[in-house]
Nanobody, 121 residues
Framework: QVQLVESGGGLVQAGGSLRLSCAAS????????MGWYRQAPGKQRELVAA???????NYADSVQGRFTLSRDNAENTVYLQMNSLKPEDTAVYYC???????????????WGQGTQVTVSP
């Protein structure tokens, strides 16, 4: 079973930067995709950025050009570098992993516990 460990987040002023990281631990699985979602108060959870196993990365329009998602395949870790942060980026950020056991076509989804990002005006 895959476990996700998140780090990063916190409070920053508008225009500042933060970096989130998420590491998937466990054995006997392969990552199909991994990334970050966020949920602001009163809003639905939305995709921020995700990368697939072939390296394709998708970003929400609202963060394109400001956020960069990178990955370390050897460590099953993804990093979200967030620059030029805006107050509207304030949310709880959740790591997400879609994974499959080796030699299995079944996929599973795992969520991290969430980390708060607060951007002050």
């Amino acid at each position: 079973q895959v476990q996700l460990v998140e780090s990063g987040g916190g409070l920053v002023q508008a225009g500042g930067s933060l970096r989130l990281s998420c590491a998937a631990s466990g054995s006997g699985f392969k990552i199909n995709s991994m990334g970050w979602y966020r949920q602001a108060p009163g809003k639905q959870r939305e995709l921020v950025a995700a990368v697939t196993s072939d390296g394709t990365t998708n970003y929400a329009d609202s963060v394109q050009g400001r956020f960069t998602l990178s990955r370390d395949n050897a460590e099953n870790t993804v990093y979200l570098q967030m620059n030029s942060l805006k107050p509207e980026d304030t949310a709880v950020y959740y790591c997400n992993a879609n994974y499959s056991p080796y030699r299995s076509g079944t996929y599973y989804v795992r969520w991290g516990q969430g980390t708060q990002v607060t951007v002050s005006p």
